[in-house]
Nanobody, 127 residues
Framework: VQLQASGGGLVQAGDSLKLSCAAS????????IGWFRQGSEKRNEYVGG????????DYADSVHGRFTASRDNAANIVYLQMPDLKPEDTAAYYC?????????????????????WGRGTLVTVSS
């Protein structure tokens, strides 16, 4: 599975961005896609995730109620809609794929549970 995140950019506080994560290769094996970000502290922070088959989503407390993950299975793309961006959202955003299923679970906040990672896309929010 190969992943490519895109859609980042330089925006002002309050603006919106929609990130895309395009998957290719053995996409039929994907169980879940997770979004992570690395800010200036270089800490890998879980943002949210989505179950590939049915779109059930999970979010970190820091973005819950503000960011929305969705997917287009036909196009093999997962999106992260980010409205009302804040300077603290500034980071490189990465998507990752997990192929191992876990019945009844669609939230995988631990980076180590993912099998494939894509290159990040940089989001910079100015105040």
């Amino acid at each position: 599975v190969q992943l490519q995140a895109s859609g980042g950019g330089l925006v002002q506080a309050g603006d919106s961005l929609k990130l895309s994560c395009a998957a290719s290769g053995h996409t039929s094996t994907i169980y879940a896609i997770g979004w992570f970000r690395q800010g200036s502290e270089k800490r890998n922070e879980y943002v949210g995730g989505i179950k590939w088959s049915d779109g059930r989503a999970d979010y970190a407390d820091s973005v819950h109620g503000r960011f929305t993950a969705s997917r287009d299975n036909a196009a093999n793309i997962v999106y992260l809609q980010m409205p009302d961006l804040k300077p603290e959202d500034t980071a490189a955003y990465y998507c990752a794929a997990r192929v191992s299923p876990q019945r009844g679970v669609w939230a995988f906040p631990a980076a180590g549970t993912y099998d494939y990672w894509g290159r990040g896309t940089l989001v910079t929010v100015s105040s």
